[in-house]
């Protein structure tokens, strides 16, 4: 490990020479963004678990592995603090948002918004997804090249204005396109190389800037209507639970709202298409899977998607192997301490839990996919408690991590009853990682009816 600490006096100092690019400004960023896996794995074997990275034109200290990761995660001296550290990536336009409060706040309005993540609630947002999906899902045109991730974004978003909002009612032609472009933009400016906070249209900041303002007007003219009449969809529940604990004014159930659609779309939209992507490969997992989905009628409740033992191991292993949230970002608020090395007050942070889904210490064969590794008899998790952490840890873990799990879910079961698919097993998606990871060419698939008759044969 190359990182100069003083055995005496244990001070912070760069490793000796971590910078690869020769451009100061752009340090590691375009490494990252080409393959974060093995810029992460890099690091980790040269620099060891803490190390520092030149990354959007700052100096980070990323933290690699399960135990530097648990350290800031669990935060147990309370020096990590989120606020600062999303809100430089993605700060003006996820506002108040959840993750990004702190400490007592935080606090205060996670007790709160669990209200809106309680079963009783979860199986209603079921109700109401199940059928969408269904409908969604059996109206799709398959093909030999469907790309199957943009028809999965647009099916989420469809899943979320009415999930997440009760329907559109009061949307004119065209808004909820521009409600989409709005969140894009917003998700994409995480990685805006001009960070000015002007509604400049031709920086991916500025048109975050007016997306945010878009989204705000969309989701204030909705409020008085849900509030008057709620039902069972998350924008419901949380003016319920605002009004009902006097804790949350209308400004915050919009920033809430604002941060929750964030926090689930493009997740939601690439776990699936990791499991598309996964079961496209290994078709006798794909038939595994289906032949248990078909024994569920097409609107399955939340209770039964549970039961189905193999959506469940392929979903952990889909995460596993593409995180959708592979960094998480924090900011020291005091001087600290990392495994032996001293981290300064004020220091940006990048937890990076990606790379302890990968690292042979804690998981056989792990580029392979093989999601019996979750199964009871073996469950890999367990060889740390942070080796598997797609969800986060500690008081910041996803509070939608259940709702992910159901929609995720129902989604893939729809798609396993309807069609059958393959991708070729030489085939690689390109990633874009410029912000949450995708795939650019729309991840082509082989998308075919599926043959009820020979499904059942099998
Ligand atoms: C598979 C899909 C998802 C993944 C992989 C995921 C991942 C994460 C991660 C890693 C964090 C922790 C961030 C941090 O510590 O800095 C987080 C936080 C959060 N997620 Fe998710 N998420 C997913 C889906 C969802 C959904 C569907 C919702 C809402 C319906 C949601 C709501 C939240 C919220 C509110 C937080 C902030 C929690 C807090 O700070 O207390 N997530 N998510």
Aim: proline share 9%; with cysteine.
């Amino acid at each position: 490990m190359s990182i100069a600490v003083d055995p005496r006096e244990k001070i912070y100092q760069p490793p000796a020479a971590p910078l690869t690019s020769y451009l100061p400004v752009v340090g590691q960023t375009l490494e990252y963004v080409d393959s974060p896996l093995s810029t992460m794995f890099r690091r980790y074997r040269q620099y060891g678990p803490v190390s520092e990275l030149n990354f959007l034109g700052r100096t980070w200290t990323a933290l690699l592995g399960p135990d530097a990761c648990q350290i800031a995660l669990q935060n147990p001296e309370k020096a990590f603090a989120n606020g600062p550290g999303w809100g430089y990536l993605v700060g003006p336009f996820f506002d108040r948002g959840l993750m990004l409060l702190d400490f007592d706040e935080h606090k205060h309005y996670r007790q709160l918004m669990q209200e809106a993540f309680v079963r009783p609630r979860l199986e209603g947002y079921a109700r109401t997804l199940a059928p969408l999906v269904e409908s969604g899902i059996s109206a799709w045109k398959p093909g030999p090249a469907f790309q199957i991730y943009p028809a999965l974004k647009s099916h989420t978003l469809d899943l979320a204005t009415d999930v997440f909002m009760g329907g559109a009612e009061l949307a004119e032609p065209g808004e909820l396109e521009r409600v989409n472009e709005a969140f894009v933009d917003c998700v994409l400016a995480a990685n805006g190389w001009l960070r000015i906070n002007k509604p400049m249209p031709l920086t991916k900041w500025g048109r975050a800037t007016r997306g945010r303002r878009l989204l705000e007007d969309f989701l204030r003219r909705h409020l008085p209507a849900r509030r008057a009449n709620p039902g069972e969809d998350l924008f419901s529940a949380l003016c319920q639970v605002a009004d009902a604990s006097g804790g949350i004014d209308d400004d915050d159930i919009i920033n809430q709202m604002i941060f929750l659609l964030m926090a689930a779309h493009d997740t939601t939209t690439s776990t699936v298409t990791s499991m598309v992507y996964e079961l496209g490969r290994d078709l006798q997992w794909q038939e595994r899977c289906r032949q248990q989905c078909l024994e569920l009628g097409p609107n399955p409740t939340m209770a039964e998607i549970e039961k189905v033992a193999d959506l469940d191991l392929v979903m952990k292993e889909a995460l596993r192997l593409h995180p959708p949230v592979p960094v998480l970002a924090r900011r020291t608020v005091k001087d600290t301490e990392v495994l032996g090395v001293r981290i300064p007050a004020g220091q940006l942070v990048a937890v990076m839990p990606m790379l302890s889904h990968h690292l042979p210490e804690y998981w056989s064969d792990p580029e392979i996919f093989d999601p019996e590794r979750f199964s009871d008899e073996r469950r890999e998790d367990k060889s740390h408690r942070f080796a598997w952490e797609p969800f986060g840890g500690g008081v910041h873990k996803c509070l939608g991590m259940i709702f992910a799990n159901m929609e995720s879910k129902l989604v893939l079961s729809a798609l396993l009853r309807h069609f059958e698919w393959s991708v070729p097993l030489d085939y690689t998606p390109p990633m874009r990682n410029d912000s949450l990871p995708y795939p650019a060419d729309g991840l082509p698939v082989d998308l075919r009816p599926l043959d009820r008759n020979r499904a059942r044969a099998n």
